[in-house]
Structures are given as C-alpha cells and as structure tokens.
T-cell receptor
Framework: GAVVSQHPSRVICKSGTSVKIECRSLDFQATTMFWYRQFPKKSLMLMATSNEGSKATYEQGVEKDKFLINHASLTLSTLTVTSAHPEDSSFYIC??????????FGSGTRLTVV | GQQVMQIPQYQHVQEGEDFTTYCNSSTTLSNIQWYKQRPGGHPVFLIQLVKSGEVKKQKRLTFQFGEAKKNSSLHITATQTTDVGTYFCAGPGEDNQGGKLIFGQGTELSVKP
C-alpha cells in the first residue's frame, strides 16, 4: 500500500531558529499533500494544502510566513517552521492520497521549542 | 463554518464490552472516512463510506453512514486491548475541492483487561 515517510520524527530546537520537516510519498506520486497540527489529546487541525509546482493553500488563521511550505516535486513536500517559539511546539503530521480512497499519514514530527 | 462533531470524547470499557462512537456533520458529506490513531502513533485509514445508509464491516468493526449523509457511527463488538486508541471520523471540506479533510474531535477508547 501507499507509504508516506516523514522526517524527522522528533526535533528540539532553540527559540528563534527554523526547523524543516520533510514529507515524502515513497511509492506513489502526490500532487497534493496536507499538513496538520495536533495538540495533545486533540484532533488534527488542517494547516495547509501543499500543491506540487504552485503555492500552498493555507487555512484561515495559519500564518503563511511562519509556516513555509514547498512542494517542489511529486514526491516531496516540506514544512519549515520559521523563527520558532515555544508555542509552536506541537505534533506536525502530513498526509497524501494515492487514490480517492482514504489518506495515508506520515509518522509525524514532534517539535519542541526551548 | 463546517463542523464535524464526535461523541463521546472518551470511553472506558472492560475488555469484551462493546463500544460505539458517533459522528455528526453540520453539512451533507459526499463521503465519510474513519481513522484510528494508537497512542503515540499517527492516524491510520480504516474505511470510507460513500452511499446513503451504507453499512460496512471489518471483522468486529461495523461502520454506518446515515441516510442523510450527515452522520456516521463506528461500533466495535467485544473490544480487545488491541482496540485501544483514538478513533476519528473525517469528511471532505465544504467546497469539496483539493481533497482536504475536516476531522472530528475523536473518541479516545481505553480497554481494561
């Protein structure tokens, strides 16, 4: 089945630095990928839709200058958290779909900003 | 805006008891999807329902899609400790474009052996 690989799985960074998270579709091409944020014991909040070869579509309230998304190829989307602050600490997770039946999620990235 | 609501938020059961989680959408959905997230893990796709009134089974799991395509349920018969996790329903975004999903709040299931 479809596999989505996400790296890193955990990252600790200092406040003010930037962190890049990669999401790869390993055995299929994904023109669209989705980035979610999840707080402990909470649901998945869609942050943005990553579109291959064009600008990402951000959900209302998500700062596009803070959460930079690049989808340069059909198998790779990246999310960069710029000038990270402790309130950006969260679980970030990507997803993509090989078909119109269900989505495959990456294993997630737990970001801690100290 | 569009909302997908799920109840209950938590459910604690004794192993062998049944479990049900309910999902309601503020809008009619073209399909409803269910995902399971184990503690510390990521969501894993379980099933997608498309037709009004559809019922699908996966071993001890029974999924239903309401006649009005605004509600759904997941029922687990005779729960096992391996069923532990959070179950999410999700439906397509209101504009149904781009493939984005709106998730319910999830129901966290704990099973006491």
């Amino acid at each position: 089945g479809a596999v989505v690989s996400q790296h890193p799985s955990r990252v600790i960074c200092k406040s003010g630095t930037s962190v890049k998270i990669e999401c790869r579709s390993l055995d299929f091409q994904a023109t669209t990928m989705f980035w979610y944020r999840q707080f402990p014991k909470k649901s998945l909040m869609l942050m943005a839709t990553s579109n291959e070869g064009s600008k990402a579509t951000y959900e209302q309230g998500v700062e596009k200058d803070k959460f930079l998304i690049n989808h340069a190829s059909l198998t790779l989307s990246t999310l960069t958290v710029t000038s990270a602050h402790p309130e950006d600490s969260s679980f970030y997770i990507c997803s993509a779909s090989e078909s119109n039946y269900g989505y495959t999620f990456g294993s997630g990235t737990r970001l801690t900003v100290v | 805006g569009q909302q997908v609501m799920q109840i209950p938020q938590y459910q604690h059961v004794q192993e062998g008891e049944d479990f049900t989680t309910y999902c309601n959408s503020s809008t009619t959905l073209s399909n409803i999807q269910w995902y399971k997230q184990r503690p510390g893990g990521h969501p894993v796709f379980l099933i997608q329902l498309v037709k009004s009134g559809e019922v699908k089974k996966q071993k001890r799991l029974t999924f239903q899609f309401g006649e009005a395509k605004k509600n759904s349920s997941l029922h687990i018969t005779a729960t096992q400790t391996t069923d532990v996790g959070t179950y999410f329903c999700a439906g397509p975004g209101e504009d149904n474009q781009g493939g984005k999903l709106i998730f319910g709040q999830g129901t966290e299931l704990s099973v006491k052996p």
